[in-house]
């Protein structure tokens, strides 16, 4: 399973704006920057379906990961080697998805994302790792008897994509691009994909 997080960087700044929305100072300091840190934070907060249940089960869970990375930002790529960090998921609740029955139930701990390593990728940089699943108890007759059959624990291969933005973005008004939230006090910005909230924090290296 593989989910790509697919944003347009140039997105926000193809969008016209007037010179009063636009810190100048801000971009001419982006605009000189040769090499920024960034410290990505990914917060996932969605509910995901079991994929062995046939419709039956979801899980909604969170999950938090931290990347760290330097990047060229006139060369698009990494310099030297991008860390993480990975803490673990927290489940809110079992749903019993598009059955009219009771949630499943879990018998163990479910993972959303154990990440094992970050790399480069062409759109910026790769985490990979695996979604643990625990042994499960899931409504199959439905809306009949709603009886419950019992599904092993596995791993499921997963990987996802973060988009490097161009620092630029934190001088854009916020509206431009409805996936992406600029912090007021324009340190920060924030994009979301699919069940995740990607908080980009650049800071110039040189």
Not at 52 to 68: N, Q, W
Not at 83 to 98: E, I, Q
Not at 133 to 162: G, H, R
Request: charged fraction near 15%; include cysteine.
């Amino acid at each position: 399973m593989r989910t790509v997080m697919v944003v347009m960087a140039g997105l926000a700044l193809a969008v016209t704006v007037s010179a009063q929305q636009i810190d100048m100072a801000a971009m001419a300091k982006w605009q000189n920057a040769q090499v920024v840190h960034y410290r990505i934070v990914g917060a996932f907060d969605a509910a995901v379906p079991h994929p062995k249940s046939g419709g039956t089960a979801e899980i909604v869970a969170t999950d938090r990961v931290t990347v760290d990375v330097d990047w060229d930002v006139r060369r698009s790529a990494i310099v030297g080697q991008a860390t993480f960090t990975d803490a673990a998921s927290t489940v809110a609740r079992t749903t019993p998805g598009a059955a009219k029955c009771p949630p499943p139930t879990l018998s163990g701990t479910y993972e959303h994302f154990s990440v094992a390593s970050v790399g480069p990728h062409p759109s910026g940089v790769e985490l990979k790792g695996v979604r643990k699943f625990p042994a499960a108890a899931v409504p199959y007759e439905w809306p009949a008897t709603c009886a419950t059959k019992s599904l092993p624990a596995f791993d499921e291969p997963v990987s996802e994509v973060v988009a490097m933005m161009s620092p630029m973005m934190l001088v854009m008004p916020n509206g431009a691009n409805p996936n992406m939230v600029v912090a007021a006090d324009r340190k920060s910005f924030t994009i979301k994909s699919k069940g995740w909230s990607w908080t980009y924090t650049p800071t110039i290296v040189k």
